[in-house]
């Protein structure tokens, strides 16, 4: 069948082993110094290894792999203790996985394994799914406000934009993640003004190793100013401001690099120069 399923880039692997702790359903281990999907069984397609890669070279694929099957998986988190069973079913929950983690509580009693419900629900394991509503902590002033749009080209999503476009040249470039313009409310004055925008999404954009090629395209070949990315505070979307390291250094250019990093409240968290 065909479905969701990490795969990892050998090439870009260097073997540190930071993925495997990250994936609770313990389908990640280093083989001959290289990150190994040990079995289709065990990879739920969800990506919570993606963001612990230093090197980007975890994604999301479709192919065909056998189907994910939580009993085979639970008795495989079983062996490796509570900690890591409380991770999965977090894991689970987060996701909105109701079926699985109805399926992996009945194996549990089955087995005689307690496992407090409190600790589910104190969930910490994917940030990028955790459920936030904070109209209630917002002020209900309604002020109106016409914000002009900072945009001045098109297209400006990655895997379309010319790599020759004339707006380009000798650019301010801002790579945002997708999210973030939704997160932080004045992003065009503070983020797009004057720069050219190019948006990504590392976790869910399919196909992204030509990311670096055309990043180092773009570079090499306009004479850009400087660079700015804007990403989420969670942990993949990280993957952005390595595939954005990576397209730098592959273009033999040094030019500045800002990282900006906001919250899943929209405040800025960090903002500096690398």
């Known amino acids: 069948m065909k479905r969701k399923i990490i795969e990892i880039d050998e090439a870009k692997c260097t073997g540190c082993g930071e993925c495997v702790p990250a994936c609770p359903e313990g389908a990640l281990q280093v083989i001959d110094r290289k990150a190994r999907l040990i079995s289709d069984l065990f990879c739920d397609g969800l990506g919570a290894c993606i963001g612990s890669c230093p090197v980007d070279a975890i994604k999301i694929i479709e192919r065909d792999a056998e189907p994910y099957d939580e009993r085979k998986t639970m008795q495989n988190i079983i062996k490796s203790g509570k900690n890591t069973v ?49 109209k209630e902590e917002k002020e209900q002033v309604e002020i109106d406000v016409k914000i002009k749009s900072q945009l001045k080209q098109w297209p400006i999503q990655l895997r379309l934009v010319n790599t020759m476009a004339p707006y380009f040249e000798k650019a301010d470039l801002l790579f945002a993640a997708d999210c973030t313009s939704y997160a932080y409310g004045n992003f065009h004055n503070d983020f797009m003004k004057g720069k050219t925008i190019v948006i990504a999404c590392p976790k869910l954009d399919s196909e992204t190793d030509g990311y670096v090629e055309k990043i180092s395209q773009i570079i090499a070949n306009n004479g850009i100013n400087t660079a700015t990315v804007v990403i989420m505070e969670v942990p993949c979307c990280s993957g952005l401001l390595r595939i954005v390291e990576e397209g730098i250094r592959k273009a033999g250019k040094k030019i500045p690099l800002k990282k900006v990093v906001i919250s899943l409240k929209g405040k800025i968290l960090t903002e500096e120069w690398l």
């Open 86 to 134: 409380i991770a999965h079913l977090k894991h689970l929950k987060e996701h909105g996985e109701t079926q699985y983690l109805k399926q992996a509580l009945e194996i549990l009693k089955e087995k005689h394994i307690e496992i407090d419900p409190s600790e589910i629900l104190a969930s910490t394991c994917c940030p990028g799914m955790k459920i936030i509503d904070a």
